[in-house]
């Protein structure tokens, strides 16, 4: 997959929460303090993650000393 391709990705908060190792209520708990990813609301109620939006907020999270 191009790299674009990769940053367009959707993932499913499943799959957010498998990368980032914490639980779905760890995830929903962020969210619900605005610290989570940017998500996309679908039709049927169902959040999914962009790739890019995610390693965005990773970079926003790093620790610099």
């Known amino acids: 997959m191009s790299v674009a391709g990769?940053?367009?990705?959707?993932?499913?908060?499943?799959?957010?929460c498998a990368e980032l190792q914490?639980?779905?209520?760890t995830f929903y708990e962020w969210?619900?303090?605005g610290r989570a990813p940017r998500c996309i609301r679908?039709?049927?109620?169902?959040?999914?993650?962009?790739?890019?939006d995610l390693?965005?907020?990773l970079t926003d999270c790093e620790?610099?000393?």
């Not at 914490?22 to 209520?25: E, H, M, Q, T």
């Not at 679908?42 to 890019?52: E, F, S, T």
């Open 42 to 52: 679908l039709p049927n109620g169902a959040l999914r993650v962009r790739r890019g």
């Open 6 to 16: 990769r940053l367009a990705q959707k993932l499913t908060v499943d799959e957010v």
């Open 22 to 25: 914490i639980a779905r209520s």
């Open 31 to 33: 969210r619900q303090k």
């Open 55 to 57: 390693e965005n907020w």
């Open 63 to 65: 620790d610099h000393p």
